[in-house]
């Protein structure tokens, strides 16, 4: 019943690594100088970038500001509508040579007034948030015994019991992809036997005591029944509770409410290449994020390392041959809408894009990129890369797989896709609570992470060889 | 101004420890078999005690039952009753041969509702909690713009910028003792200066989004205006604001009061001893906690730890010479009232009190002991505890230094005290916040801790020689 405890400890001390990348780059630099003209796939570039970003403030910058002056950005929201103008603000400002919007039809959903509580045998208040997307209680609130499972198995085995109860999913973490499905679907597979409200243990490896949220989903043919998220601690006590025969009863209120559709915007900056304008490489991160805290790791961070590594390229003279396009989607968190548009809007231009790269997996330090291409093009891309395996030395890694949400549409449609990896042991302790904060950004990683970016911006961008030139689009 | 980013690993796999446990005391077990009768102070009643506690189930049974049907537990509360209640009627079913209650005079405060926002530039709900002891805000909330310092030297140097303004402080952790200052006396020292309010960073060294409640007091020449805490999350946004000239108000509304004083209860179990029953070995924890959640570690743990380690002994006929005293301490966290209670209660009976023992450090691994006594009996008891050494190879140690809070009185009187010590990386995390949950308690070492305890009272109680025999107390 218990779960492992924690072993909390400290990274390296802080800006530890950016050091080191300032005296490795330091280096480099040195080196590329000596061997200069050597080859004309020379490293210098891709050592000027790392030397660059281990001096660069402006990302980190970036996303303070974003974090302290947007703040929450639900699509749909007065947050994400400040946060638009921010992103068109900051484009311009980083010396893109165009920047517009392009509407995205989102969901337009309220989290309102939200509170639950065990009413007894022993009453306390549930650390809760609402799911995205739930219904709300009405006014009145539900109440209702709580029935705990462990999993959908369990639910199967005890729908019997369902009918009008609080049904409480309490899985242990087995991943996130697996995990998250209690999430996701738990509220129509207890609705399906009865259920009159959801409750889910948050899908996170790592709770000190706050909720976290995400989307779900309703199925077409069960009663849609509100869902929110307990944190870990409070859904092993009542599945404690529930195990003891203590039968505890919960109220729920939620005010959250589903008002149709809205519009919202994709931001997007270019900066035109060189020689070969027409060709894209597009760099990216979603702006829109829940609601309960400024969500600097998801994904503020992809946001500010998509325009900070383009800006450090501008910066340093190093405008590429081929146009580098930084896009800003919004709604990923409630499914996507952002990428869907952009495919859309975009369909007539696709074999314009040479790469597609998302980095939503948050800032910390990089481990590589994750290539969703044919393995012609996961070669390239290691190959054009390979100076920046010194950033994480005997981790990096160039592989195949996923590449993100965001781009998702137009890579399945064709377009070469990158996903930005970075070591993940953190990720799912923040993920989509109030613990994704600025505080919890390091500096150092940060950097790197721009080094990484840039560097694969640069590299792709710059190439002599085009990584994918006019290939034709495939079905989505 | 970013907070290094933690690492957070598991520990070794659960019930681990215990597994090595086992076989441990399974092989002493059966060495001391072999060797029985080669000396009179032979290791085997302590390896007989780690045997035991390796299969023991019952105090890990203990805490759960505590904090499911007993729940929050503030002194003066309905939680603290049932608490009492359920004291008591564990002590008898463990086989105490006397169980009783004394009275004890608590403040009595209650939390009532309370919650905080910033209401702009960018506006967002704060995650707090009042301080304990702090007064109310009244209906109307109080309102106000931020004035948010690093420390005290901050706030003096800028102190004609604090009146009717709200003081945040927002200090680094450097540990416990010295970043709880700012909780204990922050809202006085912000009050001398016309704040109309007082919020601190929560004092942990590792958040993720949960804030810490914990005793605050006020000064006798100042105003008594509102202390809360927030989350380390929000402490460094809004300091992040201050900063950047955004000049964040912020809306405070907590309905805390401090009713006067009433009654709660030290609850007290003797077992009596077979040879020496006027003597005695008094073990203990505080079954007072604060009121955000179970409170498994602080000090749910100690109070079980306390019951348990004595039970263990009775259930395998270890009954020692001496009288084991449980005592299940009430009202250490507003500031120690049972503690103080005990003494003047005992007064006459002190140098009756062989030993005393605490434990208030949570249920991690355990390390040793802190002897608050004078040099020969810190050898004695490291001497008589030696074979405990093996439940923390390399780790344990004792030495001299602290006791408990509880104790401290009849320490200060002349009884020499013990405190429990353990691993404390991850206590502060966890500390005065909703993460204290049973969750976060490992069967395996909380078993160590069983054999810890009851070795030690196993020892100090059975010797031949008594510790302190008939020694005048000291002044207080």
Same mark, same amino acid.
């Given at each position: 019943m218990t779960t492992p405890s924690l072993e909390l400890r400290r990274s390296l001390p802080r800006n530890g690594r950016l050091a080191a990348l300032i005296v490795l780059t330091t280096l480099l630099a040195g080196c590329g100088q000596r061997i200069e003209g050597e080859s004309a796939v020379s490293p210098g570039p891709l050592d000027r970038v790392m030397a660059a970003a281990a001096a660069d403030t402006y990302t980190y910058a970036l996303l303070s500001e974003l974090c302290d002056t947007v703040g929450e950005r639900l699509a749909g929201s007065e947050g994400m509508k400040r946060a638009v103008a921010w992103s068109r603000a900051a484009m311009i400002e980083a010396g893109c040579d165009s920047v517009w919007t392009e509407p995205v039809t989102v969901p337009h959903w309220t989290r309102g007034r939200e509170w639950a509580r065990c009413l007894g045998p022993v009453a306390f208040d549930l650390e809760m948030c609402g799911l995205g997307l739930s219904v709300g209680t009405g006014p009145e609130g539900i109440e209702g015994e709580v029935l705990a499972v462990r999993d959908f198995e369990e639910l199967e085995a005890r729908a019997d019991e369902a009918a009008g109860r609080i049904v409480l999913f309490d899985p242990p973490w087995e991943g996130y992809g697996k995990t998250v499905q209690y999430r996701v679907n738990g509220a129509s597979r207890a609705a399906a036997h009865g259920a009159v409200a959801c409750l889910i243990r948050s899908v996170t490896d790592h709770s000190l005591g706050a909720p976290h949220t995400g989307v779900m989903r309703y199925a077409e043919d069960v009663p849609r029944i509100p869902a929110a998220a307990l944190t870990v601690e409070d859904a092993a006590r009542l599945s404690s509770m529930c195990r003891r025969g203590m039968r505890p009863r919960v109220k729920l209120s939620m005010e959250a409410e589903l008002h149709g559709e809205t519009t919202c915007y994709n931001v997007i900056g270019d900066i035109r290449g060189t020689e070969l304008p027409e060709e894209i490489v597009l760099v990216s991160g979603h702006l829109d994020s829940w609601d309960l805290g400024p969500n600097a790791h998801d994904d503020g961070a992809g946001c500010a390392l998509a325009l900070g590594s383009a800006a450090l390229l501008l910066k340093h003279d190093m405008r590429p041959r081929r146009t580098?396009?930084? $896009?800003?989607?919004? +709604?990923?968190e409630f499914g996507g809408h952002g990428g869907r548009a952009y495919l859309e809007a975009h369909r007539h231009e696709l074999d314009h894009h040479v790469l597609a790269i998302e980095s939503d997996s948050g800032a910390f330090a990089?481990?590589?990129?994750? $290539?969703?291409?044919? +393995?012609?093009?996961?070669?390239?891309?290691?190959?054009?890369?390979?100076?920046?395996?010194r950033l994480a030395p005997d981790r990096w890694q160039v592989e195949p797989g996923g590449s993100g949400v965001d781009i998702g549409p137009i890579v399945r449609a064709g377009v070469p896709g990158v996903g930005h990896r970075v070591e993940h042991e953190l990720y799912f302790s923040y993920h989509h609570s109030r613990a994704d904060s600025f505080d919890k950004i390091d500096r150092g990683d940060l950097a790197l992470n721009v080094a990484a970016i840039a560097g694969l911006v640069l590299a792709v961008a710059d190439d002599p060889v085009t990584l994918r030139p006019h290939a034709a689009p495939g079905g989505e």
């Open positions: 580098i396009r930084i $896009v800003h989607f919004t +709604s990923e990089p481990r590589g990129f994750s $290539v969703q291409a044919d +393995s012609t093009v996961v070669a390239a891309i290691a190959d054009l890369t390979a100076p920046l395996a």
